[in-house]
T-cell receptor, first 111, second 113 residues
Framework: EAQVTQNPRYLITVTGKKLTVTCSQN?????MSWYRQDPGLGLRQIYY???????DKGDVPEGYKVSRKEKRNFPLILESPSPNQTSLYFC??????????FGPGTRLTVL | GQQLNQSPQSMFIQEGEDVSMNCTSS?????WLWYKQDPGEGPVLLIA?????ELTSNGRLTAQFGITRKDSFLNISASIPSDVGIYFC?????????????FGDGTTLTVKP
């Protein structure tokens, strides 16, 4: 089954404790992206990747890092999480960047 | 960054009614997309539009790519309870495998049986 998976689905952590949210897709898509969703603000793009070793900033990249060492994986790294990064995070993949398939989401709470 | 203004913010309608929502931008987009998000899940693509003036249907859903390339519309005919959810428009400047994606803030649809 074609899908985008994210782990963990729920995470509660404390300020400053480094964390990684994994994202994996099995559709051989070149394009992958991370978004955060906050009430009333829709989906805001954090980072995207056009292919292996090619990443670029979205609209809200501050406080986040990504890497794309393999085509199928696109982890999101929070080196020093802060409470304002409490949000619902979605990973997405696409063959060409337009029609995106979204993962189920990761709900992150930073205390 | 680029901004998409999506309206209305929310809609409460009776089952069987038609629904219209739209998205406007001050910038030109080359691709317009409409997604639906069910509660507790990720957004799912409904319709993709690649050409100015294009009108595309997917069952009871119809979307149009505005002639100016600065707006798009989504209509849902004869709504049913499972239409409940958040509808997002999204725009992309590039058709190629590059570029940022910009999403609207969403329209929350409630359908009363």
């Amino acid at each position: 089954e074609a899908q985008v998976t994210q782990n963990p689905r729920y995470l509660i952590t404390v300020t400053g404790k480094k964390l990684t949210v994994t994202c994996s897709q099995n559709m051989n898509h070149e394009y992958m992206s991370w978004y955060r969703q906050d009430p009333g603000l829709g989906l805001r793009q954090i980072y995207y990747s056009m292919n292996v070793e090619v990443t670029d900033k979205g609209d809200v990249p501050e406080g986040y890092k990504v890497s794309r060492k393999e085509k199928r994986n696109f982890p999101l790294i929070l080196e020093s999480p802060s409470p304002n990064q409490t949000s619902l995070y979605f990973c997405a993949s696409s063959l060409r960047g337009s029609e995106q398939f979204f993962g189920p989401g990761t709900r992150l709470t930073v205390l | 960054g680029q901004q998409l203004n999506q309206s209305p913010q929310s809609m409460f309608i009776q089952e069987g009614e038609d629904v219209s929502m739209n998205c406007t931008s001050s910038s030109i987009f080359n691709t317009w997309l409409w997604y639906k998000q069910d509660p507790g899940e990720g957004p799912v693509l409904l319709i993709a539009l690649y050409k100015a003036g294009e009108l595309t249907s997917n069952g009871r859903l119809t979307a149009q790519f505005g002639i100016t390339r600065k707006d798009s519309f989504l209509n849902i005919s004869a709504s049913i309870p499972s239409d409940v959810g958040i509808y997002f428009c999204a725009g992309r400047r590039d058709n190629t495998n590059a570029g940022k994606s910009t999403f609207g803030d969403g329209t929350t649809l409630t359908v009363k049986p």
